[in-house]
C-alpha cells in the first residue's frame, strides 16, 4: 500500500525505489544531523523585522505534491492576496522526494519558509527541535475543526501544526473486478480478516492469470497501525516509544504469508513488482486488484487511473464489528511554521485563511483531504467531485465508530515505513522467519526513534 501519511495521491513517490527510499532516510539523518544548530538558531528568537518601506510583507509558503496541487495552491494564494494586499506569499514547492532533503537543509541555514506543508512522520521531528512556530498563540480560529485533527498538531510544543486535511485508512475495492469474477463485494461493517482472506482468493480463482482478489499489506504503516489497533496494541506509545512487541508483528506477516500462499494476495516478487508502480499503473486502477490498502484521499486519483467507480471499505476486524476496526481520523498533511519567521502574525493570517476561509476551501477544495473546518466543509460540498464526495461521505459515516486517536509519530519515526517495507521483503522471499523478522524489525524501529 502506498502511503505518506501522506494519504494522498502523491504516495507513489514513496514506494519502494531504492533511491527514493534512501532520500527519505538521508532527510531524517539531516533532521537529527542539524538539531544543534537548529536549537542554536531558535534560541536567538525570531520576531518581525520592520516592514519594507512600502509597508508590504513577503511569505514563502513551502509545499509538497503535483501540478494540479501547485495549481489549486496558487489560485489559493492570488485569493489571499487579494484580500490583504500588503502581503505577498511567493511559493515554493517540489515532489516528496526531494522536500524533506531540501527543508533540512533550509532549516539548518536559517533559511526556513514560513509557511511549511509539514507531515504527520516529521512534525514531531521538527517541533521538538524548536523549528515550528507555536500557533497558539496567534490569532487562528480552531473552533470548527475536528478535535482528532487539531489534536494531531499539539505536542509538547504546543500546536505546531493545523491539519490541511483529514483522511483515514481504508480498503479500496474496484466492483469491476468483483462483477467479472462474478464475486459479490463485501459487507464492510460486518466483515472480518478470515472474510477478506476468503473473498479474495475467490476472486483470484475465478480470474484470469495475474488477477489477485487483493493487493498485499506490508509496505505501510497505517495497515499495521490498525492490526496493532485491533489487538490492543499501537504503533507509538504517548512517550515517543514503541507500542507493541515482536511477538505482535510476527501475526501481522504470518497472516500476510498465509494469504500469499493461498493466492488471496501476490507472491513476493509480484508485490515487489507492484510497489514500484506508479499509482496510475497500480493493481487497483488496471483491474488487477480486486481490492487494495489506500489512504481514503487517494481515492479520487485512482478512480480517474481506472477510468472506473471505486468502492470505499473499511477495514476488517476480528470480531466483525464496524467499531471495532480501530480506524482513527488522520490529519493527510498540516500548515505549520518556522519559529524563527520575521512575520510570525502575517503567517497565522495566511494559514487562518487556508484554514477557515470559504475561499479557499471552495479553490482547494478535497485535494489534500476532506476539509477539518465543518463549516467550509459544508459549504464546499456543492462543488465537490462525485469521488470527492465519496470521500467525504466515507469520512462521516465512519465518525461514530472511530477508535482513540493514536499517539503522533516520534522523532525518527520517517525511517519507520522503510524498516516495514525491508522486513516485509525478507519475510515474503522466505529470508526470514516472522519470528525472526519482528526480533530484527523492532530492534532498528527502537533504535531509529532512540
Known sequence: MPVNSKGEAIAPATR???????????????????????????????????????????????WWGGDKRAQLTQEAIAAFEAENPNIKVKAEYGDWSGYW???????????????????????????????????????????????????AGKGEKGLTGIAAGINAATILANPAVFEAAGVALPDDKTWTWEDFERIAAEVTAKSPKGTYGAAAYGTDEASLGVWLRQNGKSLYTQDGKLGFEPSDIKGYWEFLKQMSENKAVPTASEIVEAEAAPLDQSGLATGKNGMAFWWSNQLPALEKASGGELQILRFPSKTGKAEDAGLWYKASQFWSASSRTKHPEETAKF????????????????????????????????????????????????????????????????????????????????????????????????????
Not at 536559517?110 to 515550528?132: C, F, H, V, W
Not at 465543518?374 to 465519496?390: G, N, T
Not at 522486513?423 to 527502537?446: C, I, W
Open 16 to 62: 519502494a525505489e531504492a533511491p527514493k527510499a534512501k532520500r527519505r532516510l538521508r532527510a531524517s539523518a539531516l533532521i537529527a544531523a542539524t538539531a544543534a544548530a537548529v536549537l542554536a538558531l531558535t534560541a536567538c528568537g525570531g520576531g518581525s523585522e520592520a516592514k519594507s518601506a512600502d509597508g508590504k510583507v513577503e511569505l514563502r509558503f513551502s
Open 101 to 151: 532533503d531540501k527543508l533540512a537543509t533550509q532549516v539548518a541555514a536559517n533559511d526556513a519558509p514560513d509557511i511549511i506543508q509539514m507531515d504527520e512522520k516529521y512534525i514531531t521531528e521538527y517541533s521538538t527541535r524548536g523549528a515550528l512556530l507555536d500557533l497558539s498563540k496567534y490569532d487562528i480560529d480552531t473552533s470548527k475543526l475536528d478535535e482528532a485533527a487539531l489534536n
Open 351 to 450: 494559514i487562518n485563511f487556508l484554514t477557515n476561509n470559504a475561499k479557499a476551501g471552495e479553490i482547494l477544495l478535497a485535494d489534500r483531504g476532506v476539509y477539518p473546518n465543518s463549516e467550509v466543509r459544508d459549504a464546499i460540498a456543492p462543488k465537490l467531485a462525485k469521488a470527492d464526495v465519496k470521500v467525504v461521505d466515507f469520512i462521516g459515516a465512519i465518525k461514530e465508530e472511530l477508535g482513540e486517536a493514536p499517539a503522533a509519530p516520534p522523532k525518527g519515526a520517517g525511517a519507520i515505513q522503510e524498516i516495514i517495507k525491508r522486513y516485509t521483503s525478507e519475510v515474503m522471499f522466505n529470508r526470514l522467519s516472522p519470528e525472526e523478522a519482528g526480533k530484527k524489525a523492532v530492534d532498528e524501529m527502537k533504535s531509529a526513534i532512540s
